[in-house]
């Protein structure tokens, strides 16, 4: 409840003083969550649910991927069986770039292990928490589907979509 609070009087914050870039990177880290959005991702994998998935995508990925419900639908389909369970595996660090003018970025990268009547996965994925100067380019940067385990040196990439910059670091 105090933290639906503290996001609220934020999000108010920055409609009064909308080019804040500081109030602006607050409010993202504090919404986009890399954690929170685990479940959002599983969901829409479960439920097959293009739309969600590519909403939690960032504008790059939007703008650049050819056919991206077609690559949408290739990792859904990568995925035999019924989701039984999933777990976070990995929640890395996150990466957190400043520049001298007010500019950031963080970006976390997530590994997600998930089994289905018909085996288990992973899921790593590269989520972008803030970028205070392109709001829109906050989400998805990357997301890859492997069969097994991240640990097994025999897992397979079964299906992928990168943004054409920015994963991992800063772009424009």
């Known amino acids: 409840m105090f933290a639906r609070f503290i996001t609220g009087i934020l999000a108010f914050f920055l409609l009064l003083f909308p080019n804040s870039l500081g109030m602006r990177a607050s409010y993202q880290s504090r919404t986009f969550s890399a954690d929170a959005s685990i479940g959002r991702i599983m969901d829409a994998i479960i439920t097959e649910d293009k739309n969600a998935l590519e909403a939690m995508m960032c504008k790059n990925i939007k703008q650049y991927v050819p056919d ?3 690559e949408i639908q290739k990792l859904f389909d990568a995925v035999d069986g019924e989701v039984i369970d999933y777990a976070l595996q990995f929640g890395g660090p996150i990466s957190v770039e400043r520049r001298s003018d007010g500019r950031q970025i963080s970006q ?5 292990n998930f089994s289905t ?3 288990n996965y992973v899921l790593a994925v590269n989520w972008e928490i803030v970028c205070n100067f392109a709001p829109e380019e906050t989400g998805i940067r990357y997301i890859i589907l492997y069969s097994g385990s991240l640990s097994d040196p025999d897992k397979v990439k079964l299906a992928e979509i990168m943004a054409t910059e920015g994963w991992g670091g800063w772009h424009d």
Not at 108 to 112: G, K, M, N, T
């Open 108 to 112: 976390r990268a997530i590994s997600v």
């Open 68 to 70: 991206l419900h077609g």
């Open 117 to 119: 009547s018909e085996g």
